[in-house]
């Protein structure tokens, strides 16, 4: 294996606050593209590509601001083949320590007609564009995009053209997500050969991921000689997005083996920033994506989990650390084993005998057959049960209610608090309020609902409302969850769910009296 320290370095180009805000519907603000732009520069980015200054005065405000503020990261504009637009970008880029103005134009075919400009006509704006570029700034970007559907020879004329009217990288974009790895690979090798002074400048990379092929399509062309990787986090970007910044950063960390190149990314910042991305884009991450989806170091499966208990390399090829995440996440449900059922009731402060996991272990799978996913309260709640048969302390006995548009809304409750039956009377605000207003009434608290969320399961006006509700009472955060037909009845359900479980937490708060030694989970 190469020393790393003589390891080539690759930059890393992000993209996120241009290409990558380009996805319909993914605008940003200003003040949100500038903390973006501090978490990019802060995890080591070398090159941010702030926006494309001439769309419009708020793209110019945002690369200015972002150009001053920035302290270590090159900062770059995108900018047409047209003398205006590499001015105004210039204007933008010009504030920060190290700028850089990014100019393009369509080189294949189908591109070179939109303007409609022959061969030579193109070439000839090449030379002005790039060498006016020059003349303002001495970091200059050129792309020929969709290089990928360029004619092979075609595009090692204007490469030429742009290395001698000044370009210090020339990127080359696979606009459409076309290629595969071995022709981007092939194409990188042939530019190297062919074109006459290829060698004094960087080689980029910039693909989109329309086949799925993004990340392999990057790293292929590293192998071939590119030294620039264009990426955006979350692998946002038009259509299917651009090429994933934290696919490619730990792909080159994990199989630096066979890929030894290096990247000055401090990859335990990735996790912040790619959940700072998805929520200020108002694109959530798919679970299952790689690195960062909610699912990339999550198990359930209990071979998997009972590996991951003896050796988290059986099933992870990197530590979730290594992306700044604080754990691996093993998640119950029926495809758990008795193993991580064990270590997750050790975790939440119950030590079992082998008799008692035995006999937790048939009750945790038959709850694990009717619900999804079961939470820490519902193997709190499975453990008090199995030692307390006495766990329901209250019952919804009846609810009636009665709403409208002539409010106040107003809720007849009868409730059983441990085996004597209550009833009160309560208005509210709406059916619900209502609702709540009475089982407070009978079970004075001082909890505070924190959350209270309701979705249909199914379609239709006869669909069940599942209900989910959590509270806080001095530290103690329990959740209820119901499902009924009336969306009223589900929410009290829901709601006397979790003051079960606060009863539960209140009594847990010592030591359990029982064979369960129960640590501490208040
Ligand atoms: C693959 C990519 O990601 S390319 C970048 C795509 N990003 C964007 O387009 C986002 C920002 N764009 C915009 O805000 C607008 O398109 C603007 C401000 C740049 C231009 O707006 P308009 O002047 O109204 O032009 P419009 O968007 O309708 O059409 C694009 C024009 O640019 C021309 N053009 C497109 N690319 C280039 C280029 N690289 N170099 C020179 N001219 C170009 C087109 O031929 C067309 O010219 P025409 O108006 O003379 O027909
Ligand atoms: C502007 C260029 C580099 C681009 O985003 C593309 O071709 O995909
Ligand atoms: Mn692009």
Request: proline content about 3%; hydrophobic content about 40%; glycine content about 10%.
């Given at each position: 294996m190469t020393d790393k320290s003589q390891q080539d370095r690759v930059l890393i180009f992000d993209t996120t606050l241009r290409d990558g805000e380009q996805s319909p519907g993914a605008t940003m603000t200003h003040a949100e593209k500038l903390e973006i732009a501090g978490l990019l520069d802060e995890m080591g980015v070398d090159i941010i590509e702030a926006g494309f200054p001439i769309a419009s005065e708020g793209d110019f405000a945002a690369v200015s601001e972002i150009a001053r503020q920035t302290q270590n990261a090159v900062i770059c504009g995108l900018a047409r083949a047209q003398i205006g637009d590499i001015d105004r970008c210039w204007e933008a880029v010009q504030h920060a320590k190290h700028p850089r103005i990014h100019t393009f134009i369509g080189t294949s075919p189908l591109h070179r007609a939109i303007p409609n400009l022959d061969m030579d006509q193109m070439a000839e704006r090449i030379e002005q564009t790039v060498t006016h570029a020059r003349n303002l700034c001495d970091n200059v970007q050129w792309s020929p995009m969709d290089a990928t559907r360029t004619e092979e020879d075609y595009l090692c004329r204007v490469v030429e053209i742009a290395i001698k009217c000044g370009a210090t990288t020339i990127n080359i974009p696979d606009t459409v997500g076309y290629t595969a790895p071995r022709e981007s690979a092939e194409l990188i090798a042939m530019l190297i050969n062919r074109v006459p002074g290829a060698d004094q400048i960087t080689f980029a990379t910039h693909c989109h991921n329309d086949l799925g092929m993004a990340t392999a399509n990057s790293l292929a062309a590293v192998e071939a000689?590119?030294?620039?990787?264009?990426?955006?986090?979350?692998?946002?970007?038009?259509?299917?997005?651009?090429?994933?910044?934290?696919?490619?950063?730990?792909?080159?960390?994990?199989?630096?083996?066979?890929?030894?190149?290096?990247?000055?990314?401090?990859?335990?910042?990735?996790?912040?920033?790619?959940?700072?991305?998805?929520?200020?884009?108002?694109?959530?991450?798919?679970?299952?994506?790689?690195?960062?989806?909610?699912?990339?170091?999550?198990?359930?499966?209990?071979?998997?989990?009972?590996?991951?208990?003896?050796?988290?390399?059986?099933?992870?090829?990197?530590?979730?650390?290594?992306?700044?995440?604080?754990?691996t996440n093993l998640v119950m449900g029926k495809h758990s084993g008795r193993a991580a059922l064990r270590s997750k009731l050790e975790d939440l402060g119950f030590e079992l005998g082998d008799n008692q996991l035995k006999d937790v272990f048939v009750r945790f799978k038959e709850l694990a057959d009717r619900k999804k996913e079961i939470y820490d309260d519902d193997l709190i709640a499975l453990m008090r049960s199995s030692t307390d048969p006495e766990n329901d302390r209250l019952k919804l006995r009846s609810l009636k209610v009665v709403c409208g548009t002539d409010g106040p809304q107003q809720a007849d409750l009868t409730m059983e608090i441990d085996g004597a039956e209550h009833s009160t009377t309560q208005t509210g605000d709406g059916p619900v309020d209502a609702s709540f207003n009475a089982i407070k009434a009978l079970v004075p608290h001082s909890a505070r609902l924190q959350l209270y969320q309701v979705h249909a399961v199914t379609e239709g006006t006869d669909a069940q409302a599942t209900v989910s509700v959590r509270m806080e009472e001095e530290g103690r955060i329990v959740t209820g969850q119901s499902a009924n037909t009336d969306t009223v009845v589900a929410s009290a359900l829901a709601y006397i769910h979790a003051l079960n479980r606060l009863l539960v937490r209140r009594e847990k708060g010592g030591k359990d009296r029982r064979e369960i030694s129960y640590k501490d989970v208040g």
């Open positions: 000689g590119a030294r620039q990787i264009e990426c955006t986090i979350n692998g946002l970007g038009e259509r299917a997005g651009n090429t994933a910044l934290e696919e490619v950063v730990m792909a080159l960390k994990v199989r630096n083996d066979i890929m030894p190149f290096q990247t000055g990314i401090d990859a335990t910042k990735i996790m912040n920033i790619s959940r700072r991305v998805a929520a200020v884009s108002g694109f959530p991450v798919q679970f299952n994506k790689a690195i960062v989806g909610k699912n990339a170091f999550a198990h359930e499966s209990g071979i998997h989990q009972d590996g991951m208990l003896k050796n988290a390399e059986t099933f992870e090829i990197m530590r979730p650390e290594d992306v700044g995440l604080s754990e």
